[in-house]
């Protein structure tokens, strides 16, 4: 069995409601060389009470305000020492106790660059609202509105070094401008897991309002252009007319 090391991100603030699901489904996970890591933005919920209970399993903590998501992801991915990085939001959690196992596996065996899989949209009472097949990657489908699942986006740590971590010009859609930029422009070799990796919560930062919409769209313009897609207008058009087949 591989035995690389994984770097594992779980970003919070005041997730009193989710965070307990979240560390357990990390810490229920069959892969034993994972490197904990949680960022807190400097929660005033119960969220810290709950991280105090599971602190034999975190190897790294950091409680303290600031500029966002995407900001704190680049302080654990500072933090981390794992030749693998990953993320798991506050609100998710993985969907099997192997999907670790799975992903470094898919390094050992193929050496990619990039791993990525499917993800399950839940809504508050468990049901899957909507289902994320990410495909196979091929060659310029970033100028046809694909993207995958950023919470099922694993990497080799040495790329955040060699080609940056998160832009946070780019506001919500940092996480997107990153993998474009990996992908798309770096053309980095990628490995699609055809698995359900993480089941998220419903919700997104970017989704919760029309002018938080708008804001994500200018966003994603904004990194299309920077990374070279080919025709900017076409992919906003295309990248959430791809959603809509999730719901089926």
């Not at 060659?139 to 046809?144: L, S, Y």
């Not at 950023?150 to 010009?169: D, I, M, S, V």
Request: net charge positive; aromatic share 16%; glycine share 6%.
């Amino acid at each position: 069995m591989s035995n690389l090391k994984i770097s594992l991100i779980t970003v919070v603030y005041n997730s009193q409601n989710t965070i307990r699901r979240c560390i357990e489904s990390v810490i229920s996970q069959n892969y034993s060389n994972i490197e904990y890591i949680i960022i807190d933005g400097g929660s005033t919920d119960g969220t810290l009470q709950i991280i105090e209970q599971y602190r034999a399993h975190i190897n790294f903590f950091l409680s303290e305000p600031d500029k966002g998501i995407y900001d704190a992801m680049n302080k654990g991915i500072n933090a981390a020492t794992g030749k693998i990085v990953g993320t798991l939001n506050s609100d998710d959690f993985f969907a099997y106790k192997d999907v670790i196992s799975c992903i470094s596996e898919a390094f050992e065996q193929y050496d990619p660059d990039v791993v990525y899989g499917n993800l399950d949209y839940i809504n508050l009472n468990g049901k899957v609202q909507r289902k994320w097949k990410a495909g196979n990657y091929k060659n310029n489908f970033f100028n046809w509105g694909w993207m995958p699942p950023h919470p099922t986006f694993y990497c080799k740590r040495e790329l955040f070094e060699k080609l940056g971590a998160y832009n946070l010009q780019y506001g919500t859609a940092a996480d997107y401008e990153l993998m474009v930029r990996f992908i798309h422009y770096y053309k980095l070799n990628v490995y699609y897991l055809n698995r359900t990796i993480v089941k998220m919560g419903v919700g997104g930062v970017s989704n919760k309002a029309y002018i938080n919409r708008y804001k994500a769209w200018k966003n994603d313009y904004r990194a299309m252009r920077k990374n070279g897609v080919f025709f900017p207008p076409l992919a906003i058009i295309l990248k959430p007319i791809r959603k809509i087949v999730q719901y089926f």
